[in-house]
Every structure is written in structure tokens, then in C-alpha cells.
């Protein structure tokens, strides 16, 4: 009986290493993050919101090019007028120093031009960019939960295969999240931007969740 005995607990124990193995394998989730980001409300509507402002700078810019143009063309009459024959020297004076002046003021416009375009790339990209980085974050936030909810070891980005995200080269999709996410981060979208369709499978996870 020892004999089966010691015999048997090898056995068992080496049956309850593999099994706690088998148990211990990670739970490997995946994410479009690209179709995530895309379709969430608050993505949308920073893109109105800043192409309204781009808008307005081209509206801004055309109207500082506008006035430059005038001042170009207004030199150029002066420049004209001042070399007329019929006038007296001094009304020539006059329209030299006319002319001077408009140049300066031509110069002045483009300055302006130049510091209007500087200013305003950098101020739309250091918007975009904090834009960018605030959705992603909430993004993030929400697949920490659900992977947290979902026992997922890893969740992996699928979107990008030719960029520096992980790649993936097969999934049967049954741990795919993207739907899931998207459907929680659209959740409270306002009623005048419409939701994306999507699969319903990720809406039918939460409510058995």
C-alpha cells in the first residue's frame, strides 16, 4: 500500500503543477484602437471644433493678404505718380514720401502675415495634440476596465500593422474588446451626434457583465 502510495502523490502533484499551468496561461485580448478613436463621439467633435477654428484662420489670413495686396498695389500707384512730368517737384516730394510710407506699411502687413501663420500652426497643432492625447487616455482608462473585468492579461492593438504598434497575425476574435469600449465610451454621446454602428456583441458582453 506505501508502495502505491508513493507511487501516486508524484503522480498527483506533477497532475496539479500542469493543471495550475494550464490554468496560469494569459488571457490575450485585442482592440482597433484606430476604429476606436475614430468612432468615439468626442473624437467627432473635436474634429468640427477644430476645423471651424481652421476656418477661421484662413478666413483671418485671406483678409491680412487682402490688405497687403492693397498696400502693394497702392506703392506701386504712388511709385507711378511720383515719376509724372505734369506735377510740380514738390507735390513729387510729396507723393515720394507717400510711397515710403506705404512701403513701410507694406512690410509691416507681411511681418504680420508671417507671425499670424507661425502662431496660429503652432497653436492648432499644441491643440490637436492635446486633443489627441486627452481622448486616448479616456480610451485607455475604459480598456483597463474592461480587460480588468475581463480577466485579459494582455490586450493588444491591432490597428496598425505597419506602424510600431504589436502586431497580431491571427485572431479568432472572441477576445476582441473594440466593440465593447466603443460602445461605453458612446454611451453618453449627446443625442445630435449619432452613434456609430457596431457589432451589438460587446453591448450584450456588458449587460451579462
Known sequence: MKMILKRLIP???????????VLAQPKI???DLRKVFDNYWKTKQANEMLQSQQADMEKTDKELIAKAEKAKNDYQKL???????????EEKEKRRNAAEDKFKELNDDKDAIAQFERTAIATRNAQLQRTHDNILAEIRTVVSAKAKAGGFTLVIDVSDPVGSSPVV???NGENDV????????NAGAP???P??????NGAADDKKK
Open 178 to 185: 473594440t466593440d465593447a469600449v466603443l460602445s461605453q465610451l
Open 11 to 21: 503522480g498527483a502533484l506533477l497532475f496539479s503543477l500542469l493543471s495550475s499551468a
Open 191 to 193: 443625442i445630435d451626434i
Open 29 to 31: 485580448g485585442t482592440i
Open 195 to 200: 452613434k456609430p454602428a457596431g457589432k451589438t
Open 169 to 171: 497575425l491571427y485572431s
Open 79 to 89: 511709385i507711378a505718380d511720383s515719376n509724372d512730368q505734369a506735377i510740380s517737384a
